[in-house]
């Protein structure tokens, strides 16, 4: 499996082709925010710690990254001008000042996202978005979307001009690009297990730094479905390495935490630094201690090869494999 994405930018007329995602686009917008960029040569330390939740609201609501950073960019130079919003309501996107307090960048990254990927259905274009979210005449509106633009492009925004002079979307679609792991269809969700543990094979052929991961998960059933609020019982995910095609010997594991809450969420792991080689096999196993609970992860049925276990009376724990492939997003450098 391998992975490409369509990132872009309109600014009016008709879409046209869409250029290749660059996959290095969580280590670009964090080297750009720990520069001088903020308001009198400031670095917006705090912000620049957030790449990766821009990077996974990117995937969670298809919209390209690059415009969240640029609005902040243009609204409050990427949140160290507190003009219009109160600093410590994290809204550095000024989105509604007096309604909008976050409790971080963070959630005000995924906020943004969510609600402008519903705006780009019917405001496809920084120009038309401009026209809602910052209309000409109001103060300081007059130059939002040049400087929006502006801040889009250092990020590494590809202006792809069709003949109409329009500019590609600013959808952001993970498809297959080489090296990194990626399937992002999440539509089934995988078979629990009696014994809490499961595992889903990924494949072989991968290559590069893996920086993060993002998938989706939850973890319910077993007999004490109020001990899963508690984190301590959150299920547990393992990106584990194998040197032969039949997963029997095991040369590195990686654990990626109890990430897995009763609630199916999108979650990105950042930090990973994981080298992965050509020559070797991975596999996602997960883990859930409590008894007769597991952790489902969502994905695709149509292709891969997953476990489950169950117990039978007379006989023991049994194991089954099915056809599944999780849903996987990573991003790293090659």
Not at 65 to 73: D, E, H, K, M, Y
Not at 228 to 239: K, M, Q, R
Not at 295 to 319: K, P, R, S
Request: glycine letters at 12%; charged letters at 10%; one cysteine or more.
């Amino acid at each position: 499996m391998s992975r490409l994405v369509v990132v872009a930018l309109i600014i009016g007329g008709v879409p046209v082709e869409a250029e290749l995602y660059n996959f290095q686009l969580s280590s670009i917008i964090s080297s750009y925010l720990s520069g001088p960029v903020g308001i009198n040569g400031q670095v917006p330390q705090q912000m620049a710690g957030s790449s990766s939740i821009f990077f996974q609201a990117g995937v969670q609501y298809n919209i390209d990254p690059r415009l969240i950073v640029a609005i902040a960019g243009a609204e409050s130079h990427f949140g160290t001008d507190w003009g219009a919003c109160s600093q410590s309501g994290f809204n550095a996107w000024s989105w509604d000042c007096a309604e909008n307090s976050f409790s971080s960048f963070g959630d005000g990254i995924l906020a943004v996202s969510f609600h402008l990927s519903k705006w780009l259905l019917k405001h496809p274009t920084i120009q038309s978005i401009q026209s809602r979210y910052c209309p000409t005449g109001d103060g300081g509106c007059d130059v939002w979307m040049s400087n929006v633009t502006r801040y889009y492009t250092l990020l590494g925004g590809q202006q792809v001009y069709g003949v109409d002079g329009s500019i590609t979307n600013l959808t952001f679609v993970p498809t297959s690009s080489p090296g990194f792991m990626s399937q992002s269809v999440r539509s089934a969700g995988s078979i629990g297990s009696w014994y809490g543990d499961n595992w889903y094979q990924l494949g072989t052929s991968f290559s590069g730094t893996l920086q993060s991961l993002t998938i989706k998960c939850s973890t319910d059933g077993g007999n004490f479905p109020q001990l899963l609020t508690d984190p301590f019982f959150y299920g547990s995910v393992t990106l584990n390495e194998f040197s032969d095609p039949g997963y029997g010997s095991l040369t590195n594991s990686y654990p990626l935490g109890k990430i897995c809450t009763p609630v199916p969420t999108i979650i990105t792991v950042p930090n990973l630094n994981i080298p992965l080689l050509a020559n070797r096999y991975y596999r996602l196993d997960t883990y859930e201690g409590l008894q007769n609970a597991s952790v489902t992860l969502f994905g695709t049925n149509q292709f891969g090869t997953a476990m489950w276990d169950t117990f039978i009376y007379g006989i023991g724990v049994v194991y089954y494999t099915y056809t599944f492939y999780p849903y996987i997003i990573g991003d790293g450098t090659p």
